[in-house]
């Protein structure tokens, strides 16, 4: 029993608020007109619908009590539209955002998205309404419009952090993260969603199976293996949760060479799927598993009584027809084979593993022409993996046909009947005497087998959706679909699994439009080679290679779009028919919606109230930062007198007249072509004295610049560069930790996939670590061998004085990859001023405002160590080192300086453009903030985003201003020191603010706690920016609302607050769960309060766990008294009282543990 009363009461008491409002609406409009032929509702179900709304989502139970629900949902829908016929859509917006909830309960979502659209364009401030914003998701969810779903449910998130379905919305996202490929996002949001009691429509352990997947998917199987036998060992574990994870691990010991030697691997692999049929005794999966298990270690008729097993209790699916037909192969009954390959194709007709199998056998029985017809159609199919492979085998076996004299191919006896005639032929007996298999949803299929060629039933429509999942799949999911309130647990595992893999089909279908090469995965299969191909031995190697295919449910399948349909000439169609798959709003009509344009009126019934012009959805970009600068002002108040309740739930520091954050879009109006590549700000610096001319200060922090190229610096300053030389380092500390990221050597500004076939965004980047003894050896032996290899290259110039096209040659062959690999040594931390006092003593010969440690430095007022940023970070590069796109962490500056020999070159461009790039990654699927992404400069180009691009030389040092995105790449082999500074400056601070709400979106932790450093600013700064003083006073006005009002609360409800104080110097605090900054009101688990560990969790987290708090105690951090002091002196001082007393923390005298993540350069 899913539905609880708990949260029917919370919906009930949330509707009540305009539930009133409707009610006044509904009775106001319909008095003015007739009231004779519509239906009214009584007080008495007006008050039941005032609690019914998208929160209830997948807990009304239809068949159950819900039944009355339901008729009373359809009377509301049915009111509604005649009442909104009679006002001519006059009504008020709350009363469409009511009428997508019910249509929404209803599961009638064309009509619910409709109502939602309407609500939207009415209602300005619609991002306030959560349950809105959650229903709005749920709909996207069901039409796999993933992208638009994800920015809903986060925006729920972030107007309401403790919103009632926040697990549900968790588990939404883990599950769309997964099909994305976003996997470290994936395991967060799972992980989020396994902490909360609350009640969502998936149990605990079927969350706990999609983690345990989620590693397997990204092939850590140990891990995976792990998590599964962990959730075996759980109490109570449905049948059908247990099935699935004994059928996964049985799967995985068959297809993991990790996992043990052959013949243990093996047999673990068909004792779990033993187990997991007796589990669950009629999956066709576990037993075509098991058939593919027995096959392989020779146990040929345990694998026919399996694969028969399967096709029985199962769909008939072609991968178990061509594992049996490999199966006769090997036993050299070709005949058999033949028919069992041709019921493969017959059920999948781009069952390109099934084609190249059969075009094999036609050539083993040396009928060239059968080969040639089957491997064609293999490479028509766009899941083939080889076509390459393939064409040249076609290419072969016609050139041999051409040499053979005429007919001498029609005289001879054929071992096997043609292709055309296979098609025909009558089904084998054996193969008929499936049971319950062929059941009506397959009714085409079948009828192929009993006789007339394929054409004379043209099974059209079901192929196009078979192509991709096969029919009987499909509709399964359909089935599920319609039920989605009523599934047990089992049922509802079953449609995550069949909807993320039809979403990854969609997806790929997508991609694979035009030229792009599929690379599928994991398929090997079929006859690989070239020329070598095994022409006759049907016993070949070619059998076990097709062994090795893996099926769809560790690697869903991809299936191509569209593939040739069988038309005429039986199986060897040229035409395309373009599939379409009418019942689900794919992919491709998301975008569709996007622009704005809903195709037909089909999806919409007679829908009174949509108006076509008004096709508006909320997640379509909106620019919304030009609103961004008013509530800056007019909100201050210059005391705290008025504090009162009226704050909105969520504790957005930044505004709250303001909707959820959204990246920008791109600056309008575009540059012009010839303004894409700029010329880099760059100064020259001659002597000491210009490197301390106040205006290079300006320059630098100018929003305009968004790099400044400091050129010789080093050299008028005398900085002693030599310092930082790797011969220096390893004679100061060889055993110091480095980081290590494995890359790939890519062709100068270009980032290719690791096959060298096409562009791509996603920069392979993996890491591991060393010491810089050891990194240092390697870059030296980098070098060395750099230098012979030139030499070798020289004196081959000389000795062959090489053509031009032989070295053209080269470089496309270079192009082509493989790509040599390389290492990069990065983020080593130089923040001991004991081990590197030598070095850190140097940088405070440099100018204030790019020191590491300066009073007019923001993070130097954090008041404890940031790793990497208000510390120092060293990188050791060879050619090829690669920093892929970022901005600095919450959008601060940094400074970067070249230690040579060797030189860098930057990639820079301005902040404004951060959401173009944003949609590229997005697009790309990957992460923009987590990611490791190399844009593809053409895609800029296209785009018109100016890219800033220059070269770094020793001495040299490069400021990259707030919110700048850059990506960098050495050109020799250099050293190179960085680190991060906070210029006071309103542009600054705003985009540090804006990037900790971002951040707060996208769950992903603020490395620096805005709201901790704004109160130190106030205490330790003197502002005379009027704009800045604002922005850091409202900054503050705000947290001290949310203190105070959570503190009466905790208060109201009897929870007592433990006073705690702060040591000093004591870090900012995260929550433990998920990673939002807490300041001032610790919730720490009574457990760890008493172990003195003080694990730290935000208040929406400790209710989650504990919806009354009991197991937690509050500790308060700061005096009320204290922080309306600091904010009552926090005044605007007149510039001419400047300069200032500043108040600089010592931090050369800091003594804490790091609390805080690391910089990450580089992106998980
Ligand atoms: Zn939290």
Redesign the pocket.
């Known amino acids: 029993m899913k539905s609880c009363g708990v949260s029917l009461a919370t919906a009930a008491a949330a509707a009540a608020a305009f539930g009133d409002e409707e009610k006044k609406m509904a009775a106001g409009k319909a008095s003015g007109e007739s009231e004779e032929a519509s239906p009214s509702l009584t007080a008495e179900e007006r008050e039941a619908l005032g609690g019914l709304d998208s929160r209830l989502f997948g807990f009304v139970r239809f068949h159950e009590d819900g039944a009355r629900t339901k008729a009373l949902l359809g009377k509301a829908v049915r009111c509604y539209e005649s009442l909104i016929l009679k006002a001519e859509g006059k009504v008020e917006s709350d009363f469409f955002c009511q009428l997508g909830h019910f249509n929404l309960l209803l599961e009638d979502y064309p009509k619910a998205l409709s109502a939602y659209q309407r609500y939207y364009s009415l209602q300005s401030d619609y991002w306030k309404n959560a349950a809105f914003l959650y229903g709005l998701g749920l709909v996207y969810f069901h039409y796999n419009a993933f992208q638009w779903a994800i920015k809903a449910f986060q925006e729920v998130l972030y107007v309401d952090p403790s919103f009632c379905r926040a697990k549900e919305i968790h588990l939404r996202l883990g599950l769309m993260f997964k099909v994305n490929t976003d996997y470290e996002s994936s395991l967060k949001h799972f992980q989020l969603a396994l902490v909360d009691c609350n009640p969502c429509t998936l149990s605990n352990a079927e969350i706990q199976f999609h983690i345990a997947h989620l590693y397997e998917t990204q092939r850590k199987y140990h891990s995976a293996k792990e998590a599964y036998e962990q959730l075996l060992q759980t109490e109570n574990l449905s049948a059908q949760v247990k099935a699935t994870v004994l059928q996964q691990l049985g799967w995985m010991h068959h297809t993991v060479d990790l996992l043990g030697d052959k013949t243990t691997k093996e047999s673990y692999a068909i004792q779990y799927l033993q187990k997991s049929l007796e589990a669950d005794p009629n999956s066709g999966q576990s037993w075509y598993f098991l058939g593919r298990c027995y096959s392989s270690i020779g146990k040929v008729q345990d694998a026919f009584i399996s694969y028969r097993q399967s096709i029985d209790k199962s769909e008939a699916s072609a991968d178990t027809w061509c594992s049996i037909g490999v199966l006769y192969q090997q036993q050299n009954q070709p005949m058999d084979a033949l028919q069992a390959y041709i019921c493969a194709v017959q059920l999948d007709h781009g069952h390109a593993a099934a084609w190249m199998d059969l075009g094999t056998l036609y050539e083993s029985c040396n009928q060239p022409q059968d080969a040639i017809k089957c491997y064609l159609n293999a490479t028509r199919s766009k899941s083939c993996s080889n076509t390459s492979a393939l064409a040249a085998r076609i290419k072969y076996l016609q050139a041999q046909l051409c040499n053979l004299p005429q007919g001498s191919l029609q005289n001879k006896t054929k071992l096997l009947p043609s292709i055309e005639e296979a098609w025909s032929l009558p089904i084998p007996a054996e193969l008929t005497s499936r049971q319950g298999a062929m059941n009506t949803a397959q009714q085409n299929t079948s009828d192929n087998w009993s006789g007339g060629p394929a054409v004379s039933h043209p099974p059209v429509q079901q192929q196009a959706h078979s192509w991709c999942l096969t029919p009987q799949k499909l509709q399964h999911l359909e089935q599920l679909r319609a039920n989605r309130n009523n599934l047990n647990p089992a049922q509802k595992l079953m449609l995550e699994q069949l909807e993320s893999q039809f979403v990854l089909m969609q997806q790929h279908q997508m991609r694979q439009t035009g030229a792009a090469q599929v690379r599928s995965t994991g398929i090997l299969n079929g006859p690989i080679a070239d020329s070598s191909l095994p022409t006759n031995s049907v016993s070949g190697q070619q059998p076990q290679l097709a062994l090795t295919r893996v099926p769809s449910v560790s690697q869903p399948a991809v299936r191509p779009a569209c593939p040739g349909q069988p038309l005429a000439n039986g199986p060897f169609s040229a035409g395309h028919i373009p599939c379409s798959t009418p019942r689900t709003l794919g992919s491709t009509d998301t975008i569709l919606i996007g622009n704005n344009h809903i195709t037909g009126s089909g999806s919409n019934g007679n829908v009174p109230y949509l108006q076509r012009n008004a096709l508006i959805l909320p997640h379509n970009r909106t620019n919304l930062t030009s609103s961004a600068e008013e509530p800056w002002k007019n909100q201050l108040s210059n005391s705290t007198q008025n504090l009162g309740k009226n704050g909105l739930s969520n504790s957005s520091i930044l505004l709250d007249k303001c909707p959820p954050p959204r990246p920008p879009s791109s600056p309008y109006p575009p540059l012009p072509k010839d303004k894409l590549n700029p010329p880099t700000p760059s100064i020259y610096l001659e002597n000491k004295r210009d490197a301390f001319f106040p205006p290079l200060h300006q320059f630098c922090t100018n929003p305009n610049n968004p790099v400044t190229v400091i050129r010789g610096l080093a050299g008028a300053l005398k900085l002693d560069l030599g310092l930082f030389s790797t011969k220096t380092l390893v004679e100061a500390n060889n055993e110091h930790m480095v980081e290590v990221r494995t890359q790939l050597l890519q062709p100068a500004d270009e980032n290719w996939d690791p096959t060298g076939t096409k562009k791509i965004w996603h920069c392979e980047s993996n890491r591991s670590h060393t010491t810089i003894a050891k990194y240092a050896q390697y870059q030296a032996s980098s070098f060395q061998e750099s230098l012979r290899e030139e030499n070798e290259k020289r004196s081959h110039h000389k000795d062959y004085s090489d053509s031009e096209s032989t070295s053209s040659d080269n470089s496309g062959r270079r192009r082509k990859g493989p790509f040599k690999t390389i290492k990069f040594g990065t983020n080593i931390d130089l923040s001991d001023d004991k081990k590197w006092k030598l070095q850190l003593h140097e940088l405070t010969k440099l100018p204030a405002f790019v020191r590491v440690v300066s009073a007019g430095n923001l993070l130097s007022h954090v008041g404890h160590t940031i790793l990497g940023m208000n510390t120092v970070q060293l990188y050791m590069k060879v050619p090829g080192s690669r920093t892929p796109g970022h901005q600095e962490n919450n959008n601060f500056c940094s400074v970067n300086i070249n230690i040579g020999p060797g030189d860098c070159e930057w990639f820079v461009v301005p902040e404004g453009y951060w959401g173009v790039l944003n949609d590229f990654c997005e697009k790309n699927n990957l992460n923009f903030l987590m990611g490791s992404w190399w844009p593809n400069l053409e895609d800029l180009y296209e785009a018109n985003v100016p890219v800033y691009r220059f070269i770094q030389r020793p001495g040299d040092l490069v400021w990259i201003n707030a919110g700048t995105v850059h990506w960098v790449q050495a050109i020799g082999w250099c050293n190179n020191i960085a680190w991060n500074v906070g210029p006071l400056t309103a542009c600054q601070y705003k985009l540090a603010v804006e990037r900790y709400e971002w951040n707060k979106l996208q769950s992903v932790k603020s490395i620096v706690p805005m709201v901790h450093l704004s109160w130190n600013m106030a205490r330790n700064i003197k502002v005379s920016d009027p704009k800045l003083f604002e922005m850091i006073k409202y900054c503050l006005l705000r947290t001290l609302k949310q203190c105070q009002t959570l503190r009466e609360a905790l208060i109201a409800a009897g929870k007592e607050i433990i006073w705690h104080g702060r040591t000093k110097e004591e870090p900012a605090h995260y ?1 433990s ?4 900054e807490v300041f001032d009101l610790l919730f720490v688990t009574n457990e760890s309060n008493s172990q003195k560990t003080y694990i730290v ?2 208040q ?2 400790a209710r989650k766990t504990s919806g009354n708090l009991e197991n937690f105690v509050v500790l308060e951090q700061y005096k009320m008294e204290d922080l309306m002091q600091v904010y009552d002196q926090f005044t605007l001082v007149s510039k001419i009282n400047l300069p200032l007393h500043y108040h600089p923390p010592h931090l050369d005298t800091v003594p804490w543990t790091l609390h805080m993540r690391p910089f990450l350069l580089f992106r998980k």
């Open positions: 929550c769960i998920c990673e939002v969790h935000c929406d987290c």
